[in-house]
């Protein structure tokens, strides 16, 4: 699962859903970035404790 949320956030068509999803519910331009920001941050402390497949 982690996987394919990992494939999906290396996608630049994930990042214009996710901003569409967001205008939709009535979030700012800087309300997304911190809530954008907060995600990355928190997928990239993930993908430093996961092992990769086959490793």
Same mark, same amino acid.
């Given at each position: 699962?982690?996987?394919?949320? #990992?494939? +999906?956030?290396?996608?630049p068509?994930?990042? $214009? ?5 967001? !205008? =939709?519910i009535? #979030?700012? +331009? ?6 954008? $920001? ?5 997928? !990239? =402390? ?10």
């Amino acid at each position: 699962m982690l996987d394919m949320i #990992l494939r +999906a956030l290396s996608q630049p068509s994930t990042y $214009a859903g996710l901003s569409g999803m967001a !205008g =939709a519910i009535g #979030l700012s +331009a800087p309300e997304f970035q911190a809530l954008a $920001a907060v995600a990355a941050t928190l997928f !990239g =402390a993930v993908a430093v404790f996961v092992n990769e497949r086959g490793a």
